[in-house]
């Protein structure tokens, strides 16, 4: 289709080829908080009640009026990442440091090579700056992160590769060894990490800051900080590197309300173990339930499992959430594939419970 006209109606304004030829992405996130919500991966309890109490006593009337500052933050995170304040910047979620990325690296036509099954929003971002797009499959019988398929993908000419690690929707992920075998093959491309579960798996490339110029790395506050509405996250690399992603940003996107709540969110880590400990143990009880039922599953290294639900699987999530638990079926991507994300032993159970029923 590139390079011809498409017809719209009346009225509607001829956008840019590569927005037109776009699939649109619409998430289903309306109608949401009465259910049992095991479909976004979000913390399924909620953020620390320090973050609200830190919020109640730090915010004002006069202090909303004010456009945000953030060189206080930015040293409490820096001490908390162990990184330089100058090694990051803020960003509107991990979707603004993925689009920050693209727009300070990718030309039109530069190469950039994903994963395929990935997270939605590294393809989005790559097609709105008409990147040439290579994906490289997830080996399908454990949907294992294929590092050596990747590397043999890797050209002279790729520009920027994206990697979520562990990955979403499949759950698995790399090792430290392997991200610096991709990162010395793709010595001249932009390489991102996200890291958005990283305290569900332990696997972390920020100690390989100092080593990789090439070297990007994503954090968000919307999993395990139970922070999906503030939209915060930090993208890190080297300062030099990081010069140049804060000429391609808004100086304001991230919003002072996010930005303080961040300070009281990493302040109460014993809340951020305590959670993880329970999704972990949760983790290991879906398994044992899923196996109980005979359904197939692939093992995780984040917050959520896939389960084969074969040509069932639409019709499991419609009938799950009208009993009011929410999953997302993954089966436009992996055939037969559900998504559940694992949030407390007793929201498990729950779900378990109304999946035998149906079963």
Not at 41 to 47: A, F
Not at 333 to 352: A, K, Y
Request: hydrophobic share 40%; aromatic share 10%; with cysteine.
């Amino acid at each position: 289709m590139a390079g011809k006209r498409i017809e719209l109606p009346p009225g509607v304004l001829q956008p840019r080829e590569a927005v037109l030829l776009m699939a649109p992405y619409n998430p289903p996130t309306a109608g949401r908080s009465q259910h049992l919500r095991l479909d976004f991966n979000e913390n399924t309890v909620g953020s620390s009640p320090k973050v609200i109490e830190y919020l109640r006593q730090h915010l004002s009337e006069a202090k909303l009026a004010v456009y945000p500052e953030y060189e206080e933050v930015k040293q409490e995170l820096a001490g908390f990442f162990e990184v330089e304040a100058d090694d990051f910047t803020l960003t509107n979620g991990t979707d603004e440091a993925i689009q920050v990325l693209i727009n300070t690296y990718v030309d039109d036509r530069d190469e950039v090579l994903l994963l395929r099954p990935s997270y939605a929003m590294y393809r989005f971002y790559a097609e709105v700056a008409s990147a040439v797009i290579d994906e490289v499959p997830y080996r399908a019988e454990k949907l294992a992160f294929p590092l050596d398929e990747l590397l043999d993908a890797i050209r002279p000419t790729t520009r920027v590769i994206l990697i979520a690690n562990p990955n979403n929707p499949t759950g698995t992920g790399t090792s430290r060894a392997g991200i610096e075998r991709i990162l010395q093959k793709a010595s001249g491309a932009a390489v991102l990490i996200d890291e958005a579960y990283y305290e569900f798996c332990g696997v972390t490339a920020l100690p390989l800051l100092d080593d990789y110029p090439n070297l990007f790395v994503s954090r968000t506050f919307s999993k395990v900080y139970g922070m999906a509405a503030m939209r915060l996250g930090c993208l890190f690399s080297q300062s030099g590197n990081v010069e140049f992603l804060r000429k391609a940003q808004s100086p304001y996107s991230v919003n002072a309300v996010a930005a303080l709540a961040s300070r009281a969110a990493i302040a109460d880590q014993t809340y951020i173990q305590k959670y993880v400990m329970e999704v972990l143990a949760a983790r290991e009880l879906l398994y044992v339930g899923l196996e109980k039922l005979g359904i197939p599953y692939y093992e995780s290294q984040a917050n959520f499992v896939l389960f084969q639900a074969g040509t069932r699987a639409i019709e499991i999530r419609d009938e799950l959430r009208r009993r009011g638990v929410l999953v997302r079926d993954r089966s436009y991507e992996i055939p037969g594939c559900v998504r559940v994300t694992t949030g407390t032993r007793d929201q498990i159970r729950r779900f378990l419970a109304e999946l035998e029923e149906i079963w």
